[in-house]
């Protein structure tokens, strides 16, 4: 199923990216450049997309997982966020956090971008918060196991 429509503009001669299967929630971006990582070096690197995220939506650009586990190559933020207004061309700043240089060559498939809707919330600045039973317990509150 296909929901909204979002308008790409395809740079540096990049490929329309696509949902590798029904049901996906990520598109799966490629870098337009070879990149090579050094172990801890990071590098921002085009995607030849630029988008135009429908209102009420944000994209979230996430690192993946194959790249990661296999190769030790994640994005350096964790998770991009490319709000509606943003028309500029979606990057993405790779780490090498293995032991051992990596070549990606161009074309190779680095992050995948999900769009979906968010809440935007009006403040109010109150003296107080509502109690819970969490309260202000924070990381690690709940326990490791």
Avoid: W
Avoid at 15 to 27: I, K, S, V, W
Avoid at 31 to 40: A, K, M, S, Y
Avoid at 60 to 67: A, D, K
Avoid at 111 to 134: A, D, G, K, Y
């Amino acid at each position: 199923m296909i929901g909204r429509k979002m308008n790409v503009r395809l740079l540096d001669g990049a490929e329309l990216p696509r949902y590798a299967h029904d049901g996906d929630a990520g598109l799966d971006l490629r870098i337009t450049h070879d990149v090579t990582l050094e172990p801890g070096a990071r590098a921002t690197v085009g995607t030849g997309l630029a988008v135009e995220i429908p209102q009420g939506c944000v994209g979230l650009v996430f690192p993946r997982s194959g790249l990661a586990s296999k190769h030790g190559i994640t994005l350096s933020n964790s998770v991009g966020v490319i709000d509606s207004g943003y028309r500029g061309e979606i990057g993405a700043t790779l780490l090498n956090q293995s032991d051992e240089t990596t070549t990606l060559d161009a074309g190779t498939r680095v992050c995948q971008l999900i769009v979906m809707p968010f809440v935007p919330c009006e403040l109010v600045p109150c003296e107080e918060l509502t109690e819970t039973e969490r309260g202000a317990a924070g990381f690690g509150s709940t326990g490791i196991a």
